[in-house]
């Protein structure tokens, strides 16, 4: 998602799902964007078990950078494809209740939040006819504001509504058997084998399992990763026997 034009040709494809009738809803991170915004402020980058360590100054520039930008140029992209795409935030609407969460193993990482409820009324009421397009962020009942891992808010959000499927968009090919070989993908996995892997999963792939995990429990039929740097890769997953990715369902 770091390459334009494999942001466009993903904003053509969630514009084609709405025009054949499906709900598409968007869910969004930026990990690559803040850290650059970080290093330019001078902030010290630190990441815990795929979470982003997280002081107020952090939230606030992956607030700016995935609201303010991130956010944007998505929203943008699908508008000039020819569907009306909604940008939200968690804050939009009361969308996300967050709450301080930790890494893995208890460690502190700040203001890292997960999502303790999802106001789905309002996104019914705009998934019928827009396309939203929301950004990982949001804030608690105090008011104190939390930076969300955007596999925790797309996982969530999938949860919530009940979803038929979820689809997570990354820089690998899938879930890696061996994380320094990129053709050890597998393919299918169900929900409780990767259950029992999570302890051995380091770094970003981390919170995305255990998203698709949290999907399939909540009655999600299938969680999907998928290699994003492949063009139209949503679509070849969704519309091929094959699939491209990793494909995790409950266990039968
Ligand atoms: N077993 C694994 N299979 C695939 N990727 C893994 C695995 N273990 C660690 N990773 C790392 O997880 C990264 C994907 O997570 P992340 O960078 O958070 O993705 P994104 O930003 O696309 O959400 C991969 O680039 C890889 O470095
Ligand atoms: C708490 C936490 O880790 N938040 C993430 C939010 C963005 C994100 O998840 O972006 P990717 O999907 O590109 O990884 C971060 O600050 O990087």
Same mark, same amino acid.
């Given at each position: 998602? #770091? +390459? ?21 809803? /968007? ?15 001078? *902030? ?5 078990? &795929?979470? !982003? ?12 950078? *995935? /609201? ?9 992209? %699908? ?8 940008? *939200? ?10 709450? !301080? ?13 997960? %999502? ?11 998934? &019928? ?12 009942? #105090?008011?104190? $504001? ?19 499927? /979820? ?5 690998? $090919? ?21 259950? #029992? ?16 995990? +949290? ?17 139209? $890769?949503?679509?070849? #997953? ?6 491209? &990715?990793?494909?995790? !369902?409950?266990?039968?």
């Amino acid at each position: 998602m #770091e +390459d334009p034009e494999l942001r466009e040709d993903f904003a053509r494809d969630v514009v084609l799902l709405k025009y054949v009738g499906m709900n598409p809803i /968007v869910v969004h991170g930026g990990g690559p964007d803040i850290t650059s915004y970080m290093e330019r402020l001078g *902030l010290p980058v630190e990441f815990v078990g &795929g979470l !982003r360590v997280s002081d107020p100054a952090t939230v606030e520039v992956a607030k700016m950078v *995935l /609201v303010g930008k991130v956010n944007k140029d998505i929203v943008g992209r %699908i508008n000039r494809h020819g569907q009306a795409a909604i940008g *939200l935030s968690g804050d939009d609407g009361r969308l996300f209740v967050c709450e !301080r969460t930790s890494a893995p193993g208890g460690q502190d990482v700040g203001f890292v939040g997960r %999502i303790a409820k999802v106001n789905t009324e309002l996104l019914q009421h705009i998934a &019928g006819d827009y396309i939203p397009v929301i950004a990982s962020v949001g804030a608690d009942r #105090e008011g104190n $504001s939390y930076n969300v891992n955007a596999d925790e808010a797309a996982g969530a959000v999938a949860r919530a509504l009940k979803a038929y499927k /979820v689809l997570f968009l990354t820089d690998v $090919s899938g879930w890696l058997a061996d994380p320094s070989d990129p053709s050890s993908r597998i393919s299918q996995a169900d929900a409780d084998t990767v259950e #029992e892997a999570l302890g051995t999963i380091a770094g970003g792939m981390r919170p995305k399992l255990q998203a698709c995990i +949290d999907a399939i429990h909540g009655g999600v039929t299938a969680a999907h990763i998928v290699d994003g740097r492949l063009p139209h $890769s949503i679509i070849l #997953e969704l519309f091929t026997n094959e699939g491209i &990715g990793t494909k995790i !369902r409950a266990a039968s």
